[in-house]
């Protein structure tokens, strides 16, 4: 079982920058492909970026390629997000999820673990 918890959340004004990182526990880290989704208010949660179990390939989805930039660290078991130029649409609850599959999957259904969220609030 792999417990997953998300921090570095906050509000930000448009233009500035936050950092997530979600700290996985309780399972083979490297073994997991990892993702970051978001749910806005009165939205479904969405897909935003996507890491393979080295680290070595990552997918965005379009609207933050060019801002946002995921990372992991496997000796730390942890992943981020590094988010730039954030506008008002990013506002959401961002969270952390993981799968076995190694694939490069959007679904919400493909992932086996998530985290608790964290808000993100950007303000205009």
């Known amino acids: 079982q792999v417990q997953l918890v998300e921090s570095g959340g906050g509000l930000v004004q448009a233009g500035g920058s936050l950092r997530l990182s979600c700290a996985a526990s309780?399972?083979?880290?490297?073994?997991?492909?990892m993702a970051w989704f978001r749910q806005g208010p009165g939205k479904e949660r969405a897909f935003v970026a996507h890491i393979d179990r080295s680290g070595g390939t990552t997918y965005l989805t379009d609207s933050v390629k060019g801002r946002f930039t995921i990372s992991r660290d496997n000796a730390k078991t942890t992943v981020d997000l590094q988010m730039n130029s954030l506008k008002p649409e990013d506002t959401a609850v961002y969270y952390c999820?993981?799968?076995?599959?190694?694939?490069?999957?959007?679904?919400?259904?493909?992932?086996?673990?998530w985290g608790q969220g964290t808000q993100v609030t950007v303000s205009s």
């Open positions: 999820a993981a799968q076995r599959s190694g694939l490069l999957l959007t679904g919400i259904d493909a992932y086996d673990y």
């Open positions: 309780g399972g083979t880290f490297n073994n997991y492909a």
